[in-house]
């Protein structure tokens, strides 16, 4: 009985030995309080007026969405024990190479828009 107790206990402590990682990176937890005052109006309502604002998720803008599901899902296969060390830092190097390389895609083809668009406009006014 002492041998499973000790057993159970020291494999709990190689299963700690593992840091986790922090999934919710990307997470957005915001709270405000507006205070204003009110003066009439369609229900002829008057004084101090209080409103409360509370949102909770994932800050999604651009391109950054596909990125941020690669990382929490990747994340979790690491939490889990699926992947190695190893294989998710290789892993966390390609998500950052393919965003960037995305990125500059991006930003090269509305710089070209931009300037087929000068261009029309330069050829418009002479």
Do not use: H
């Not at 509370?54 to 994340?75: H, I, K, T």
């Not at 190695?84 to 070209?112: G, L, P, T, V």
């Amino acid at each position: 009985m002492r041998y499973i107790l000790f057993l159970l206990l020291f494999m709990t402590g190689i299963a700690d030995a593992v840091e986790k990682q922090d999934c919710e990176v990307m997470d957005k937890k915001e709270f405000a309080i507006a205070l204003g005052w009110k003066f009439g109006g369609w229900g002829f309502g008057v004084g101090p007026e209080i409103a409360f604002k509370d949102s909770r998720g994932v800050d999604w803008s651009g391109s950054v969405q596909y990125m941020v599901a690669e990382y929490q899902e990747l994340c979790s296969r690491y939490n889990t024990g699926r992947i190695s060390q190893a294989q998710y830092d290789r892993e966390i190097q390609n998500i950052i190479e393919r965003s960037r390389r995305y990125e500059m895609e991006i930003a090269e083809y509305f710089r070209k828009k931009k300037a087929v668009i000068f261009n029309q406009m330069e050829r418009a006014v002479r």
